[in-house]
């Protein structure tokens, strides 16, 4: 079975460009959830849906960033202008919903803003 | 106090040694726990799940002590494979919300 894809891998872009990431969850899974790792603050929860309904944005750093999930398979998170100090891996991880149930992560999309 | 905190290490051991790692959290509502693997630019992946006491498996076994709040990682026989970071994080109650620690490094040792 596919795990969560997620693209682009890598990207590196200019300050004030605008990023998209995308990321299609495992089949069958109710919810999505969008982190930021960096080596200053870990793994950082951005925001999260479960069955396609943003349920908590409050770790979405700036109104730069947006998410959203139009169907159960495709998520984007949005950044918009860019900056330097939005550089970080981006992880989108998926569940089947279920309380206590386990995330699957993404092979991650590496975001450097020159 | 942070939600979920940890050593963040390096631990640097030998191979074969045993190494332990704990991770307390502040909500006292989790019922269930993980424990993450992280390698080097690479994605978490599922170690271990804990959802009474304990569990082990192998080498790993988790303990939980839920009068203090924390959990613990138990690695024995320790190979340079386990070099990793090691990432726990409760099972949000009555919420979606997965906060992770910030993980422990280890660092295995020829």
């Known amino acids: 079975d596919a795990g969560v894809i997620q693209s682009p891998r890598h990207e590196v872009t200019e300050m004030g460009q605008e990023v998209t990431l995308r990321c299609k969850p495992i089949s069958g899974h109710n919810s999505l959830f969008w982190y930021r790792q960096t080596m200053m603050r870990g793994l950082e929860l951005l925001i999260y849906?479960?069955?396609?309904?943003?349920?908590?944005d409050s770790g979405m750093p700036e109104d730069r960033f947006s998410a959203k999930m139009p169907n159960a398979s495709f998520s984007t998170l949005k950044i918009q202008p860019s900056e330097p100090r939005d550089s970080a891996v981006y992880f989108c991880a998926s569940n089947t919903g279920e309380v206590g149930g386990e995330l699957f992560f993404g092979e991650g999309s590496r975001l450097t803003v020159l | 106090r942070k939600e979920v905190e940890q050593d963040p290490g390096p631990f640097n051991v030998p191979e074969g040694a045993t190494v332990a790692f704990n991770c307390t959290y502040s909500?006292?509502?989790?019922?269930?726990f993980f424990w993450y693997r992280q390698d080097c630019r690479k994605e978490p992946k599922l170690l271990m799940s804990v959802y009474s006491s304990g569990n082990e498996d192998g080498r790993f076994t988790a303990q939980l002590n839920r009068a203090s709040q924390y959990i613990s990682l138990l690695i024995r026989d320790s190979k340079l494979s386990d070099s990793a970071t090691y990432l726990c994080v409760p099972s949000p109650a009555g919420t979606y919300k997965y906060i992770f620690g910030t993980g422990t490094r280890l660092k295995v040792l020829a």
């Open positions: 849906f479960n069955n396609n309904v943003p349920i908590d």
């Open positions: 909500n006292s509502a989790s019922q269930s």
